[in-house]
């Protein structure tokens, strides 16, 4: 099991995703520049939080068209896991990896806070940790993490299974009161259409430790660890 996070000028959670994988995966993941345009051989690509070139023009745009998003691309098309967190999702989207788009939050304010999920589906690598249904605690903090899609894009995505999380009350209920940003059908993450490619504006990272606030993000990558472990070589 082996994994790189990919990083840009203005990233700021690397440090946090390398411990999440350091503490699931036994070994400490390997660190890509933006600049470089080859990956090392891994199971799992990583693009962490942060304000990849200031968030200038869009959030993730300019990050988009860095050289060794090529390289991404064509490990997600090989069917390589690919992770998005918060601007790694905003990255994502704007390379045309994941469908949507992330606005800036209904309420033009940054957002920074606990908010609870709801798992929408518990049969992918990324989720199997978890069961469906099932609600868990971790942290946000963005500007630009209101989702948005077209109404056939949303169609589809909900018809086809690519929700991944959607923010929620405690007990599971959906609705404005419970989203921090305004994100449609209360989207906090969503798929590609294969399933190997996951973008989510939370920071699972940042909720894998006891100490630092709760241990909800820690299934995440337990879970991706088990089904890396039994894939085949």
């Known amino acids: 099991m082996t994994a790189a996070i ?4 203005g990233s ?9 994988l350091t503490r699931a995966f036994g070994k400490a993941p390997a660190l890509v520049w933006h600049r470089d345009t080859e990956l090392p051989k891994v199971d799992l690509i990583v693009i962490p939080g942060g304000f990849a070139y200031g968030d200038y023009l869009r959030a993730g745009a300019m990050a988009a068209q860095s050289p060794i ?14 992770l998005g967190v918060c601007n790694g999702f905003q990255v ?8 949507g788009a ?20 518990a049969d992918t690598p990324f989720t199997q940790g978890y069961r469906k249904g099932e609600i868990f605690k971790c942290p946000v903090a963005h500007h630009d993490g209101n989702y948005f899609a077209d109404s056939e894009t949303l169609a589809r995505i909900e018809g086809e299974g690519q929700v991944a999380f959607r923010y929620c009350s405690p007990q599971g209920d959906l609705g404005a009161a419970f989203t921090p940003n305004g994100s449609i059908n209360d989207i906090a993450g969503v798929y590609n259409d294969k399933g190997n490619v996951l973008g989510l504006m939370p920071h699972p990272e940042d909720a894998t430790e006891k100490l630092l606030g709760g241990l909800g993000g820690a299934p995440l990558f337990a879970g991706l660890a088990e089904a890396l472990a039994g894939a085949p070589a």
């Open 69 to 82: 998003m090529r390289a991404v691309a064509d490990r997600a098309q090989q069917g390589v896991l690919v």
């Open 102 to 121: 992330l606005m800036r939050n209904a309420g033009l304010k940054f957002v920074c806070r606990e908010v609870h999920l709801r798992v929408e589906r």
């Open 6 to 9: 990919v990083t840009f000028p």
């Open 92 to 99: 994502l989207t704007e390379a045309r990896l994941l469908p």
């Open 12 to 20: 700021n959670r690397e440090r946090d995703m390398v411990m999440a």
